[in-house]
């Protein structure tokens, strides 16, 4: 019996882990501190609770995860891991290379002696790690950090940019400029990873019309904004909590959180600008609303925000909005859309397989960057290379080798992504194709034509 399936219906299953509490470089005024917790997050938050029952242990949070997906009927063949808490970067690097190692040792059930061999064995595990994510700030990415996160085997990076206007960036203390954080996605982009993008309208300082323009300069600069494109955003409204910086600017009067009203009308008035190759995770974070003190409790925004959009005739076309689950897909019915934009100093194409509905049956991330951004000596495997950043087929997740009716994953939309692909990368001038593997997929890759490089996975066009 599978008790909850929308939790692995995108076909992989998701494994938070929270580092140990740690403080953090920055002083951003908004965000909460619990000395029991990595910085900006809350002992009774999800996810959080289940990191402090397992004293920050990254083996038994990633075991006792994988039990009760097991005991609820969940596969738990393809994992996407994702370590939370404030900073990554900020961590010192044998903590991250031992978190790392334990999460796979985990995933393995086994331990190894070194990251490198806990890789290798994730390569034909049960649990396969299908994808790394940590978060870090933009002013901590630089070439060295990229490679190094290479190593770890990280493929996608979260990211605070929460405001594209200086003054309040400065005004909440971020303490990093909108170039910093342009700058730091251009690498990121430059390198493959996947771009996860927070931001938050109403801090302090903003009015719901400086959040509409400011939402638009995430985007193409087609659209009037700084090419940043994220390939995943979530909207973190911010939220007053006891405790902060901020909270004090509320009691002298110096600051107002919108009503649940204002944020609805706000969020519906930015999510019809969102390009169809961004997803939208979030549009409110999952405080408790106890914690709350005023302005927007509802935790259940999502739904209020689709609701007007139905209201005024508007639609969302993120990919969130359009991803198939659950139906079942007749692949002869399937289009395969090419869309290209502009992204600071590449050429991105969001190849898609869409249902004649406008579903979202699977997509590739393809990036044919202009020049190249990255050291020689660090990214060797990229001299020369198109770069794919992320292929994504949904369907229930099926155990490997398991075959089901109408499932998007196994009716080779991958392969048939892949050789579209490595087509207009050559058209284009590459002579290689990298990929940025996640170490559990990387015979997936081989089976395609992919060797193992030193940091990617490459195919000679
Ligand atoms: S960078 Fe993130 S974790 Fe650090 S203080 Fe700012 S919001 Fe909190």
């Known amino acids: 019996m599978r008790r909850k ?45 289940r990191a402090f029952q397992n004293a920050f242990d990254p083996f038994r949070q990633v075991e006792s995860r994988i039990t009760s997906y097991e005991a609820v009927g969940h596969p738990t063949d393809k994992i996407e891991l994702l370590i939370l808490g404030g900073t990554w970067s900020a961590y010192r690097r044998d903590y991250q290379e031992e978190f790392v190692r334990r999460c796979f040792d985990a995933m393995n059930g086994r331990p190894a002696d070194t990251l490198d061999e806990a890789h290798a064995w994730n390569e034909d595990s049960e649990h396969r790690n299908v994808g790394l994510v940590v978060e870090t700030r933009p002013d901590e990415i630089n070439p060295t950090e990229l490679a190094w996160l290479r190593r770890l085997g990280v493929t996608k990076v979260q990211m605070g940019v929460q405001s594209l206007d200086d ?76 405790g902060t910086e901020l909270y004090r600017f509320w009691e002298r009067g110096e600051y107002r959180p919108y009503d649940t009203e204002t944020l609805t009308r706000l969020l519906a008035d930015v999510k019809p600008e969102i390009p169809r190759y961004c997803r939208v995770n979030r549009v409110i974070r999952d405080i408790p609303s106890t914690h709350v003190v005023e302005g927007n409790k509802r935790t ?24 198939v689950g659950a139906i079942a897909v007749n692949p002869e019915h399937l289009e395969l859309e090419e869309l290209r934009y502009a992204a600071g100093a590449a050429e991105e194409v969001f190849l898609s397989f869409v249902t004649p509905s406008d579903r979202l049956a699977g997509y590739l991330r393809l990036s044919l960057p202009h020049s190249m951004r990255l050291p020689a000596d660090l990214f060797a495997d990229l001299q020369g290379a198109a770069i794919i950043r992320e292929v994504h087929v949904y369907g229930q997740s099926l155990g490997v080798g398991q075959a089901q009716r109408g499932a998007a994953q196994h009716i080779g939309l991958g392969t048939q992504l892949l050789d579209r692909a490595a087509e207009l990368a050559r058209q284009a001038g590459f002579r ?28 000679e066009l």
């Open 5 to 49: 399936p929308v939790r692995t219906l995108s076909g992989v299953t998701t494994v938070t882990v929270l580092t140990k509490p740690y403080p953090c470089p920055a002083h951003c005024i908004f965000c909460p501190t619990d000395v029991r917790m990595p910085k900006s997050y809350l002992p009774d938050e999800p996810g959080a609770a």
């Open 167 to 242: 003054a309040i960036l400065a005004l909440n203390q971020r303490g990093h400029t909108t170039a910093q954080a342009a700058a730091a996605v251009e690498l990121l982009r430059a390198a493959g990873f996947k771009i996860v993008l927070h931001w938050m309208p109403n801090l302090l300082g903003a009015t719901p019309q400086s959040d509409r323009a400011d939402f638009l300069r995430l985007w193409e600069a087609a659209k009037g904004g700084l090419g940043l494109c994220p390939d995943e955003i979530k909207i973190y409204p911010t939220q007053l909590l006891e």
């Open 432 to 459: 290689r194709l990298a990929v940025i593997a996640a170490v559990g997929t990387r015979a997936y890759y081989r089976a395609r034509g992919f060797d193992t490089g030193d940091l990617y996975m490459l195919r």
């Open 300 to 323: 259940s925004l999502r739904q209020d925000v689709l609701a007007e959009l139905e209201r005024r005739g508007q639609r969302c076309q993120c990919i969130r909005c359009r991803e």
